[in-house]
């Protein structure tokens, strides 16, 4: 157990906050952005997860975030002036808004799915996608027309849209499907052309000179208005393109932004990584968006990048931990371009944080300090360490076991107890502070030991897969419980002697009054994995469960809200040391405080969400989902990482297998959308 129970500077820029959790670590926010577009030199909008709309209007020098009433995950986001603006969602709905963004409508467009949108204007505008999808608007986006498209090739998928001036446009999707217009969208001809591969992008220099690029590093070049397109195969496969001339121009490729002086047939780095977004607002401005928060500004082409977001660290971070009020630690890891583990520390209560070492190992599992100097790092490997000066230097510990780590719990500075999953699984304890170690209770039949919690010096309990042991006397004898055998647990927490919770991989919490004697199940409002139990007191607690999702309970853990507006990442530690104030940490270096108790606020406007779940992540050349199914079958659609679809099957059962080693590495968005109109998502990576 990772816990005992104790009763950037953004210049000229507002902390930005919500109404629960603050950001600690980035700075000024960390949110996740997907979605960029500037109405001119000086005025931009960002979007991105949970909902998040920021606005600038000295050209990104700060960021105002509007509050959009919002959850869902945001894709693009489109303004024609101040007020009027467009976003699409994760379900490739298209929203409109006529106040700045403080309210949103649903555009009604008969069910089809949005790809892309552009205006040439502040009146006339046009949006593609699913199914042939072709729409234009002339008041605005409050109605809108679907175009006469050629009956035999109007019917594919349209995956981007580009306007060179008011008469003439080009929109290209699936098979390699353009269509082209020359009086301002009034009607439109069709040609399909070798290879039949689908096109992700278009992008027209002037009325003769464009670029398309596609899938399996396909690029198509055009010098005559689009009569004639001829197609070579690029070194890299791209999105988002963008041309200065007929030779430079830019583009996305797996989160990197690449560039290429010879017409698109070879690309190179342009010195960005970490990017789902970017426009040119003149010749030599580049604003670009990222995850964790990122945004980028460039004003000599690229030469070098500004980064607004300031962060400590971008490791995964696997646990957090406060010895008092003040002096806080945290651990994580990172793989590559090389694998180490970092330790961080703050001493003014979580304001500001420092990297105070990194070992050459890695997978962390807790980190406990008895007090500000004296630590203890395990790793899921059995390894232990241990520090008496703040972390400065780690001195490796010999307990006697090389299994792996599953639990940890310091009730003094003297005495500390360590689970150890399997092979043995059993519980370690030393009253020595550290020096030496001996068995106290090993596992006889089969199952693993998961966690353990100590209430005060006596009273402990362990969880493992199917049961609960409890102590006290301090480890001397422990009695067994049993809970559901068809539940596989992984964490404790016990608020006093008699109340305590236990959760488990397949989203059961069970909860007992008497000392774990008996248990019963308390259902969570989704099925999610539960990872990690805090409680502040008898009737405050939360629940880390898996898919980045936060439940918080105020009534003793009879029923449960889910946290909403919180960043879509891996929630892997949480710490209060009090009542109110209290930690989290998780994927991407995250790490945020409240001072309120991280009360939940009033639920914003959300649908219904299903659960989609993806393994393994990171992914190779096969994923795996796990989701609802109530025999209906649900579309999976995957997206790359500036919104393009990629993939799309249809599949019928809660657990499925895809088939992915033809999308290039890179972060994906996989939606699952139902017959019943739902859609949840999820993202992964593949290697």
């Known amino acids: 157990m990772k816990k005992i129970l104790l ?85 490739n709905g298209l929203l409109r808004t006529t106040d700045g963004g403080s309210s949103w409508a649903t555009v009604d467009l008969s069910g089809a799915e949005v790809y892309d949108i552009q205006f040439t204007g502040p009146a006339k505008g046009f949006v593609c996608g699913s199914g042939g999808a072709l729409l234009m608007t002339t008041d605005g986006g409050l109605s809108w027309t679907q175009a006469t498209l050629d009956p035999w090739l109007g019917s594919w998928d349209i995956n981007a849209i580009y306007f060179v001036d008011d008469l003439v446009g080009y929109a290209v999707g699936d098979v390699a499907i353009k269509h082209k217009t020359t009086d301002g969208g009034l009607t439109w001809t069709t040609t399909w052309e070798d290879p039949k591969m689908n096109l992700y992008d278009v992008f027209f220099i002037n009325t003769s000179i464009g670029y398309a690029s596609g899938q399996d590093r396909l690029m198509m070049f055009t010098q005559n208005g689009g009569s004639q397109w001829d197609a070579f195969m690029s070194s890299h496969t791209v999105t988002q393109i963008y041309f200065k001339n007929q030779t430079t121009g830019y583009a996305l490729s797996g989160g990197e932004l690449l560039k290429t002086t010879d017409g698109g047939h070879s690309w190179y780095s342009a010195g960005l990584n970490g990017c789902s977004s970017y426009c040119f607002t003149d010749a030599q401005t580049i604003h670009a968006v990222g995850s964790y928060g990122d945004i980028f500004k460039s004003t000599d082409g690229g030469a070098t990048y500004v980064n607004y977001t300031q962060t400590v660290t971008r490791v995964i971070l696997e646990d957090i931990h406060f010895c008092d009020e003040i002096n806080g630690f945290a651990v994580g890891q990172i793989h590559e371009p090389e694998a180490y583990t970092e330790v961080l520390k703050t001493t003014d209560g979580g304001e500001n944080w420092e990297v105070v070492n990194t070992l050459p190992i890695i997978q962390p599992h807790s980190i406990w300090f008895t007090d500000p100097s004296d630590g203890y790092l395990c790793f899921r490997n059995g ?32 005495v500390g107890y360590i689970v150890y999953e399997i092979s043995p699984a059993a519980i370690i304890k030393t009253s020595n502070a550290g020096q030496s170690w001996e068995v106290i209770f090993q596992l006889e039949h089969s199952g693993a030991m998961r966690d353990i919690h100590f209430v005060n010096e006596s009273t402990g309990f362990a969880i493992t897969s199917v049961s609960c042991l409890r102590t006290e006397n301090a480890g001397e004898s422990w009695t067994e419980y049993p809970i559901n055998e068809n539940t596989l647990f ?15 991989l397949f989203g059961d919490v069970y909860k007992t009054s008497d000392g774990g004697v008996s248990w019963a199940f308390i259902p ?24 980045g999702r936060i439940f918080q309970t105020h009534n003793g853990g009879n029923t449960w809200t889910k946290l909403w507006n919180m960043p879509h990442i891996w929630y892997n530690g949480v710490w209060f040391t009090n009542d109110l104030t209290g930690y989290i940490c998780g994927s991407g270096g995250v790490i945020m405080k409240t001072t309120n108790g991280g009360a939940v606020g009033n639920t914003p406007v959300a649908s219904q969400r299903e659960t989609l779940r993806v393994y393994p992540n990171p992914a190779g050349d096969e994923i795996r989902i796990f989701s609802d199914y109530d025999g209906r079958p649900y579309r999976i659609n995957i997206y790359g990482s500036c919104g393009q679809r990629v993939m799309g099957t249809v599949v019928s059962a809660a657990d499925e297998r895809i088939d992915i080693k033809a999308l290039a590495p890179g972060l994906y968005l996989m939606v699952k959308e139902s017959t019943g109109g739902r859609a949840v998502s999820a993202r992964f990576v593949k290697q």
């Open 383 to 414: 390894r232990v360490f241990k520090t008496t000066d703040s972390g400065l230097l780690w001195n490796e510990l010999f307990t006697g076991i090389t299994a792996s780590i599953s639990g940890v719990c310091f009730t003094s500075s003297e």
């Open 7 to 91: 009763l950037w500077v953004f210049t000229t820029s507002v902390m930005v906050v919500f109404a629960q959790w603050e950001w600690r670590n980035p700075t000024p926010f960390g949110w996740s952005f997907s979605g960029l577009h500037f109405l001119n030199t000086q005025q931009g909008f960002i979007c991105g997860e949970s909902g998040k709309l920021f606005k600038t209007e000295d050209a990104g020098l700060t960021w105002l975030e509007i509050q959009t009433g919002l959850d869902d995950y945001l894709k693009k986001v489109y303004f024609t002036d101040s007020n009027t603006g467009f976003l699409i969602n994760s379900q």
């Open 524 to 547: 969570l409002p989704e099925y999610a994995a539960v990872m990690e139990f805090f409680f502040t007191d008898i009737n405050t607690g939360y629940v880390m469960a898996d898919g």
């Open 490 to 504: 992984l964490d404790v927490f016990f608020v006093d002697e008699m109340t305590g919770y236990a959760g488990g």
